[in-house]
């Protein structure tokens, strides 16, 4: 059945960050390949399907964009500034995984490429993704 509403509906998007339990963690990463934030990084992520939670899709959209499977996220937070998106009014609700150490990634789907970055050592990052990953620190540690 179809529905009508008289108020705007923002898009739904889910992100996982992806962190390594070693020495000096490593944080996932993908080169956007499409705009918004072309070819600037950001964390593995993207529109949620209607027939989906929003953890099933960051788990989805991890292993459509870099090849990684995981089967444990932890949900970090949902992000809703009005700007955070260029393109229209966007929320995202953000994941984290924990792995032992790096694993072999590629850049698929929209992402130009899929690679581990020293948390120490991170180029800047798309849309909101610094603040994600200031909270999914936090998490992380808690984790650990």
């Known amino acids: 059945m ?3 509403y008289k108020y705007p509906r923002p898009a739904l ?3 996982c960050v992806v962190v390594t339990k070693e020495k000096e963690p490593r944080v996932l990463l993908i080169q956007r390949g499409n705009e918004p934030f072309k070819g600037r990084w950001a964390f593995p992520g993207g ?3 209607m ?3 929003s953890e099933q899709c960051a788990i989805r959209e991890l292993e ?3 090849g990684l499977k995981v089967g444990v996220v932890h949900q970090i937070g949902a992000y809703s500034k009005v700007d955070r998106d260029p393109r229209g009014r966007t929320v995202t609700v953000a994941y984290l995984a924990i792995v032992d150490a790096p694993q072999p990634v590629v850049g698929q789907d929209d992402a130009a490429k899929a690679q581990w970055f020293a948390v120490s050592a991170l180029p ?3 849309f909101d993704h610094a603040d994600i990953l200031h909270d999914a620190l936090i ?3 808690q984790c650990v």
């Open 47 to 49: 529109f949620m399907e």
């Open 64 to 66: 459509e964009e870099t």
């Open 51 to 53: 027939d989906e939670t």
């Open 13 to 15: 998007t889910a992100d």
């Open 124 to 126: 800047l990052l798309a």
């Open 2 to 4: 179809a529905y009508t």
């Open 139 to 141: 998490l992380y540690n």
